[in-house]
């Protein structure tokens, strides 16, 4: 069995920051790319950012120079430092990861809870 553990989330007023954490533990061959995603009410889940095994990353627009992506493979963990947040930041955000598991031949795409990310005054 794997699984994504997420935490960090919580109510923050405007301009405040989180940092948000997701490690991976079971049964874990390899893991490939990890991220993070976000769904605000009425919305659709959309990418925030993801870290590649190597370390290069991408990030959303609306999020580059305020969120940082990074991940400790020896921990299997992602991270996700957030700055300067604003309400439209507020949503439940998903970790996400590509792991193949002991005794599989694939990758496959796994993801977390969700932890609920609130910007307010």
């Known amino acids: 069995q794997v699984q994504l553990a997420e935490s960090g989330g919580g109510l923050v007023q405007p301009g405040g920051s989180l940092r948000l954490s997701c490690a991976a533990s079971g049964s874990i061959f390899s893991i490939g790319a990890m991220g993070w995603y976000r769904q605000a009410p009425g919305k659709q889940r959309e990418l925030v950012a993801l870290?590649?095994?190597?370390?290069?990353?991408n990030s959303a627009d609306s999020v580059t120079g305020r969120f940082t992506i990074s991940r400790d493979n020896a921990k299997n963990t992602v991270y996700l430092q957030m700055n300067s947040l604003k309400p439209e930041d507020t949503a439940v955000y998903y970790c996400?990861?590509?792991?193949?598991?002991?005794?599989?031949?694939?990758?496959?795409?796994?993801w977390g809870q969700g932890t609920q990310v609130t910007v307010s005054s």
């Open positions: 996400n990861a590509r792991i193949r598991p002991r005794f599989a031949a694939l990758f496959s795409d796994y």
């Open positions: 870290v590649r095994t190597g370390g290069s990353t």
